[in-house]
């Protein structure tokens, strides 16, 4: 099976700007979770889909938000950027039947 | 609150000697318990899992981890550490009860050092 895929892998974007991530799951798998990973903060969930639906949510302000579609892919948008929005994305996908996450290889974004 | 602890930032070993990272949880309930690992400028790879049954797990690469109960912890061991090894490892534990059921918590991560 392939995995999990995310595009663009690198973006460069100018403070106030917007930013829309895509991601595709593991073929079958329904769960698609969003994750920011910084240095300094290092792995923070931002919320999780379920079947088109927002199942979990971290604690990000309103600027984060995502949505599922009905074929499991996901995006996530992140509007009025700020400096402190620099990093890795990262999305993970679980099956149904499956206890642990597959991660894709992120997509790095830069906010000048 | 919940919370994943890795204690130490870096771990340095040499080649050929064994390793451990260090985990422990304060997750409600019978959460399951997994570690990953990263390469530079790569998404998280699992490594291992526990759920259920016997303490001592194993996994891919030749990891293990050991859990432990009564101190909530699950760390992870390898008996002869290779350079190739070296690399950021995270611990992670999803809820299983309560009004965190289904989340995923992770730890700050490990950098282990491997050297030759």
């Known amino acids: 099976k392939a995995g999990v895929t995310q595009t663009p892998r690198y973006l460069i974007k100018t403070r106030g700007q917007q930013v829309t991530l895509s991601c595709s799951p593991i073929s079958g798998h329904r769960s698609v979770s969003w994750y920011q990973q910084t240095p300094g903060q290092g792995l923070q969930f931002l919320f999780e889909?379920?079947?088109?639906?927002?199942?979990n949510k971290g604690n990000f302000p309103g600027r984060f938000s995502g949505r599922q579609f009905s074929n499991s892919r996901s995006e996530m948008n992140v509007s009025t950027l700020e400096l402190g929005d620099s990093a890795l994305y990262l999305c993970a996908s679980r099956g149904d039947s499956s206890y642990e996450q597959y991660f894709g290889p992120g997509t790095r974004l830069t906010v000048t | 609150a919940q919370s994943v602890a890795q204690p130490e930032d870096q771990v340095n070993v040499a080649e050929g000697n064994p390793l451990t990272v260090k985990c422990t949880y304060s997750?409600?309930?019978?959460?399951?318990l997994f570690w990953y690992v990263q390469y530079p400028n790569r998404g998280l790879q699992f490594l291992l899992k526990?759920?259920?049954?016997?303490?001592l797990v194993k996994g891919s690469y030749g990891f293990e981890a050991e859990f432990n109960k009564s101190q909530t912890s699950f760390h992870l061991k390898k008996p002869s550490a290779l350079v190739s090894d070296s690399a950021l490892y995270f611990c992670?534990?999803?809820?299983?009860?309560?009004?965190?059921?289904?989340?995923?918590?992770f730890g700050s991560g490990t950098k282990l050092n491997v050297k030759p």
């Open positions: 526990y759920i259920t049954g016997d303490n």
């Open positions: 889909y379920f079947s088109e639906t927002q199942r």
């Open positions: 992670a534990v999803r809820a299983m009860g309560g009004y965190n059921f289904n989340k995923f918590y």
């Open positions: 997750v409600s309930g019978n959460p399951y």
